[in-house]
């Protein structure tokens, strides 16, 4: 993926299409964080947008992911010369050469700006001073406190060699001309003295080290998982510098306590108190990912997940997506199982029959269906499901009221599957008829051995209780052929060729009322 997104990068780079191929390089640096290619790719585009620092940081991060890579330090100089640091830019291009002495776009850019350097040197030169006003830079009385201000300069007043020097060009500036070919000279004139900071701006950076000092020995503390100590120094560190990390760092401590309630108040303090300081976005994401975190372990799942698209839409990174993900598979599979419930299933499983005997299919499938989803585990559900479907979806199909009246032997009903069998039987053409006997058959031996150990009067008892028994009983046609049947028992056999008695007396047979051999 990462490939694929620099390519594309790559692309829109040579459209100069820059802000899609920045885009590109920065969801490829997500997955391939590490990858000093896409770092340097990207300082190429901002380097074109003219955004040079930028463009500096991200050659500083490619150069330390491989410092003996070339272009990395090419970049680097690029990046210089665009903020003007052309000796910084010097430099980088003569470490770009010396590690790769062919590199024309590096010997390029040394050339342009040595030139651009000299230019530099002699642009403010005063009418009349053949000096070019050099000579009197060297006898300004604050000259050593401005190269001692100045961090790129600062070291050269350890430099014993280079301070005879200076002292030489104080009493001789003259001599300047002599001494333009030692880079240390070129490095002091082309560096700009520092402007002084201004009272506000030395209490900010005050205020940060101090902050990030408390910091530090708290840091100390989480390792050794002394969290309240952690928190103490985190809590100071807020104190003396408004900055969210701190507060990012106490719901951490906190989180490792199990003070998950803390963790939630003290991230969502961090996450206002960015809004008001425009704290960058990445720090406020890490704010809502831990939010998410402690909301998980409190259970409330919702309001994880929540927490987490908050945190992606501020900023997109691999572990929010994979703790929201995580959180949304957990939160389904607790709902499924919440709502499995036995007693609800059988209520699901009754109606369901009730729907199907009374020929409602749609009502069927969706109350077996809701069974289905109460108790995933138990086969009924699906049987009697798939029945309703079958005859739900083609009435004439013989196959569907085979389901069916399996469906009703296992729901006990099996007068009613004897029916469905008949219904089968008329269905079908004629090829599938031993099968329709054998199922028909299996649900008289079942009517059969359920009544195995009934006596006499409980078989009565059970057949005047019974609708439709009492129906087939009442039939004054059933009635003639029973009563044939008495004094002539092959009349009985004859009338059978008949489906509809036939299935009449296997009703009757195994309901008791007909005893064979008696």
Same mark, same amino acid.
Not at 54 to 68: Q, R, V, Y
């Given at each position: 993926?990462?490939?694929?997104?620099?390519?594309?990068?790559?692309?829109?780079?040579?459209?100069? =299409?820059?802000?899609? @191929?920045?885009?590109?390089?920065?969801? /490829? +640096?997500?997955? #391939? $964080?590490? *990858?000093?290619?896409?770092? &340097?790719?990207?300082?190429?585009?901002?380097?074109?947008?003219?955004?040079?620092?930028?463009?500096?940081?991200?050659?500083?991060?490619?150069?330390?992911?491989?410092?003996?890579?070339?272009?990395?330090?090419?970049?680097?100089?690029?990046?210089?010369?665009?903020?003007? =640091?052309?000796?910084? @830019?010097?430099?980088?291009?003569?470490? /770009? +050469?010396?590690? #790769? $002495?062919? *590199?024309?776009?590096?010997? &390029?850019?040394?050339?342009?700006?040595?030139?651009?350097?000299?230019?530099?040197?002699?642009?403010?030169?005063?009418?009349?001073?053949?000096?070019?006003?050099?000579?009197?830079?060297?006898?300004?009385?604050?000259?050593?406190?401005?190269?001692?201000?100045?961090?790129?300069?600062?070291?050269?007043?350890?430099?014993?060699?280079?301070? /005879?020097?200076?002292?030489?060009?104080?009493?001789?500036?003259?001599?300047?001309?002599?001494?333009?070919?030692?880079?240390?000279?070129?490095?002091?004139?082309?560096?700009?003295?520092?402007?002084?900071?201004?009272?506000?701006?030395?209490?900010?950076?005050?205020?940060?080290?101090?902050?990030?000092?408390?910091?530090?020995?708290?840091?100390?503390?989480?390792?050794?998982?002394?969290?309240?100590?952690?928190?103490?120094?985190?809590?100071?560190?807020?104190?003396?510098?408004?900055?969210?990390?701190?507060?990012?760092?106490?719901?951490?401590?906190?989180?490792?306590?199990?003070?998950?309630?803390?963790?939630?108040?003290?991230?969502?303090?961090?996450?206002?108190?960015?809004?008001?300081?425009?704290?960058?976005?990445?720090?406020?994401?890490?704010?809502?990912?831990?939010?998410?975190?402690?909301?998980?372990?409190?259970?409330?799942?919702?309001?994880?997940?929540?927490?987490?698209?908050?945190?992606?839409?501020?900023?997109?990174?691999?572990?929010?997506?994979?703790?929201?993900?995580?959180?949304?598979?957990?939160?389904?599979?607790?709902?499924?199982?919440?709502?499995?419930?036995?007693?609800?299933?059988?209520?699901?499983?009754?109606?369901?029959?009730?729907?199907?005997?009374?020929?409602?299919?749609?009502?069927?499938?969706?109350?077996?269906?809701?069974?289905?989803?109460?108790?995933?585990?138990?086969?009924?559900?699906?049987?009697?499901?798939?029945?309703?479907?079958?005859?739900?979806?083609?009435?004439?199909?013989?196959?569907?009221?085979?389901?069916?009246?399996?469906?009703?032997?296992?729901?006990?009903?099996?007068?009613?599957?004897?029916?469905?069998?008949?219904?089968?039987?008329?269905?079908?053409?004629?090829?599938?008829?031993?099968?329709?006997?054998?199922?028909?058959?299996?649900?008289?031996?079942?009517?059969?051995?359920?009544?195995?150990?009934?006596?006499?009067?409980?078989?009565?008892?059970?057949?005047?209780?019974?609708?439709?028994?009492?129906?087939?009983?009442?039939?004054?046609?059933?009635?003639?052929?029973?009563?044939?049947?008495?004094?002539?028992?092959?009349?009985?056999?004859?009338?059978?060729?008949?489906?509809?008695?036939?299935?009449?007396?296997?009703?009757?047979?195994?309901?008791?009322?007909?005893?064979?051999?008696?």
């Amino acid at each position: 993926m990462a490939d694929a997104l620099k390519s594309e990068g790559n692309k829109a780079f040579s459209a100069k =299409d820059y802000p899609t @191929a920045i885009e590109k390089f920065t969801q /490829a +640096l997500e997955i #391939e $964080p590490e *990858n000093h290619i896409l770092y &340097s790719n990207r300082s190429a585009v901002y380097n074109a947008q003219s955004e040079y620092q930028k463009a500096l940081d991200d050659a500083e991060k490619a150069i330390g992911i491989k410092g003996d890579w070339s272009k990395g330090h090419l970049r680097k100089g690029a990046a210089y010369r665009g903020l003007g =640091d052309l000796l910084a @830019a010097y430099d980088s291009y003569e470490e /770009a +050469l010396k590690l #790769e $002495p062919g *590199n024309a776009q590096a010997k &390029s850019g040394l050339d342009a700006t040595q030139r651009a350097i000299q230019a530099e040197a002699t642009a403010d030169g005063v009418q009349g001073d053949p000096l070019g006003g050099l000579g009197g830079m060297f006898n300004d009385p604050q000259m050593i406190e401005k190269l001692a201000n100045n961090p790129k300069t600062s070291a050269l007043l350890a430099d014993s060699e280079f301070m /005879a020097k200076l002292e030489r060009l104080k009493s001789n500036p003259n001599a300047i001309g002599e001494e333009m070919r030692d880079p240390r000279f070129l490095q002091v004139m082309s560096e700009p003295t520092p402007e002084p900071e201004d009272e506000e701006a030395v209490a900010k950076r005050k205020a940060q080290e101090a902050g990030d000092a408390e910091k530090k020995i708290g840091n100390d503390f989480y390792k050794k998982k002394e969290h309240d100590k952690a928190i103490e120094h985190y809590e100071k560190a807020w104190e003396l510098n408004k900055d969210i990390t701190y507060l990012n760092n106490i719901g951490a401590a906190k989180f490792e306590k199990g003070d998950y309630e803390g963790t939630i108040e003290t991230c969502k303090k961090a996450v206002e108190e960015g809004r008001d300081l425009r704290a960058d976005f990445k720090t406020v994401a890490k704010s809502f990912t831990r939010i998410g975190s402690a909301y998980e372990k409190l259970g409330d799942l919702t309001q994880a997940i929540e927490s987490y698209n908050k945190s992606l839409m501020e900023h997109r990174t691999p572990e929010a997506l994979t703790k929201m993900r995580a959180a949304e598979k957990a939160r389904d599979t607790l709902e499924k199982d919440s709502y499995m419930d036995p007693a609800k299933a059988e209520e699901a499983r009754e109606l369901g029959q009730k729907k199907f005997q009374e020929a409602d299919w749609p009502g069927a499938v969706d109350a077996f269906t809701e069974m289905t989803k109460r108790a995933p585990a138990d086969p009924r559900g699906y049987s009697n499901r798939a029945a309703a479907l079958a005859i739900k979806r083609d009435p004439k199909f013989f196959r569907a009221y085979m389901r069916k009246g399996q469906a009703l032997v296992a729901m006990k009903e099996y007068n009613r599957a004897l029916d469905a069998f008949t219904e089968a039987a008329e269905k079908d053409d004629g090829s599938h008829a031993r099968e329709i006997e054998q199922q028909q058959q299996k649900c008289l031996d079942a009517q059969f051995s359920a009544r195995a150990d009934e006596t006499e009067q409980q078989t009565s008892e059970r057949i005047q209780n019974d609708p439709e028994i009492m129906s087939i009983l009442q039939d004054p046609v059933m009635q003639s052929i029973l009563q044939q049947a008495k004094s002539d028992p092959a009349a009985l056999q004859e009338h059978m060729k008949n489906p509809q008695v036939r299935i009449s007396v296997q009703k009757l047979m195994a309901a008791g009322v007909i005893r064979m051999g008696r």
